[in-house]
């Protein structure tokens, strides 16, 4: 058999990622992460023993990678957000798009991690990140920070609930952690408000979500329409907004921009923005409709958001392509259904089965760290037959919280199990 002998190029700039030699043309990738002293999360060491605000800006020092919103709490009262990430300095340009490699582009050395956005002691008393745009609009760094941010919809609505009281419990704080509300379910549907379905079944879902309460709960059928209108409301408005040209690399908006255009619609939905606008929104709604009569009858009691076949969530292995159905079957854990998109603030993506969102949660009172509520998934066993392989799976499914306790007394208490690990002589 011929052996195959692929050449590696690299560059000051990073390795070659494409190359045309026709064209005397080829793109390399410069990237930050890459430098020494960037070991992913190593500096939580250092956050884990500071006393202070200020120890703990000075251990977010350290923290190179991964970019992240790191908050903190003090016992004193204290809170802040830092801003943490290495962030190269980019004098001339944003670095969205390639530049050339001919030294007119280089970067001015890295942002100092305490000059990246922060806060302390913000006046409302809170301060809400949701991987949204929180950068001042007057900082002078941009081109250091980036200018890609998830939409806003999760950070308005734990703004909306954190501005909305003064106490908190940690009850309060699970709730908030799951909470299935959708502020852009609640922008769009009273759109449909003064409309009329085009059929019969077509104004009976209309009339489910005007009526709904915009919680996108695994037990609404609400929720269930809601999500295939979504769907396909921003499946035509992409089509119509997105040049032909482009579409192989730019395959949908923003869901935040999306809503903007139907919220103040222009000449690209016809000569009357507001009617064509309006059929827009009738259209998706019997395309729904009709997906979802397919998919599970035509029935609307039958359905509900979360259920096996819509909104569900299985762990899939990384073996799972590799190994035959009953190993599969031991290997992967599900399905359950789920509630939530990617619009909640319990993040469970705009899919089926869920593949993004948080497995683990944690919420502490730091003034009785045994009253502490967690959650993980699946469980912390590695091996298919171990009894904690996925025994906290339908917990977590459920958004359901169980006790971690810290001190010692409360440890021994719930010990099921001792391994004694002793040296040999």
Known sequence: ????IRDSRYTRHGPVVSHHPEAGVAYAVRAAWM?????????????DQARTWEEFVEACTWSNIPGENMVWAG???TIGWQAVGIAPIRRNFSGLVPVPGDGRYEWDGYLPIQAKPHVVNPPEGYFATANNQVTPPDYKYFEAIGFEWSDPWRWLRAVEVLGGGTRFTLQDMAALQTDELSVMARTLVPLLEPLRGTTPAVEEARRRLVAWDHVLDRESVAAGIYAAWRGAVD????????????????????????VEWLMAPDGRFGADPVAGRDALLLDALSEAVAELSRRFGPDPEGWVYGQEGYKHVRLRHPLSRAVNDRWRDRLEVGPLPRGGDGSTLNQTGFGDNQ?????????????????ALGMNNPGQGGHPDHPHYADLFELWAQ???HPVFYSREKVESVTGERLELRPGR
Not at 1 to 4: A, F, I, K, L, V
Request: glycine letters at 8%; charged letters at 25%; proline letters at 8%.
């Open 35 to 47: 430098e020494p002293g960037g070991a992913p999360y190593l500096a939580s060491l250092r956050m």
């Open 399 to 401: 958004d359901r919280f």
């Open 235 to 258: 499946e035509a408005v992409n089509a119509l907004s997105i040049p032909e040209a482009v579409k192989p690399w730019i395959r949908s908006a923003p869901s935040r921009k999306v």
């Open 1 to 4: 058999s011929e052996m195959c």
């Open 75 to 77: 016992r004193d009262g």
């Open 355 to 371: 593949t993004s969102g948080a497995s683990f949660r944690i919420l502490v009172d730091t003034g009785d760290w045994d009253t």
